[in-house]
């Protein structure tokens, strides 16, 4: 067993449930870009409105985090460093986002922050497993 392999065989646990929420949070943010491109009324005609008219860059803004949120699950399933920092990057700024829907979908809100919480939690709490990745690709 080359050492590649025998690094990525340990992968923590709390890094491969990172992964699987970076999928599951991308599934949230692909979602609700479709939602603001197609201006479900539930938006449209909430208390707080439309977001000055500007929702169809909401949901650019959103499918582009979808697709680097999906990007960075597969790195991370591989044990790639750029998985690891543009997760914690993309859940960071995905939980800012969100608080702005707060007034509008609180529940929804509250589910995707306290995803984006768990990734952040699960990439920092195990950076020792990519430094040890990042070494035997080099080997």
Not at 16 to 35: E, H
Not at 91 to 104: G, N, Q, T
Not at 127 to 132: N, T
Request: hydrophobic residues 60%; without cysteine; neutral net charge.
């Amino acid at each position: 067993m080359s050492q590649m392999a025998h690094a990525l065989g340990r992968r923590p646990g709390l890094v491969t449930f990172a992964a699987i929420m970076m999928f599951l949070l991308g599934g949230f943010q692909l979602t609700f870009a479709l939602v603001e491109f197609w201006r479900a009324t539930w938006i449209l005609f909430s208390p707080y409105g439309s977001f000055g008219g500007y929702l169809w860059l909401w949901g650019i803004l959103d499918g582009i985090f979808a697709l680097v949120a999906f990007y960075a699950g597969a790195d991370l399933l591989r044990g790639g460093s750029f998985g690891r920092i543009v997760g914690i990057l993309v859940a960071a700024f995905s939980a800012i986002r969100w608080f702005f829907y707060l007034p509008v979908a609180p529940w929804m809100a509250a589910v995707v922050i306290a995803i984006d919480i768990l990734i952040i939690y699960g990439l920092v709490a195990h950076s020792e497993y990519f430094d040890e990745a990042n070494a035997a690709r080099v080997v």
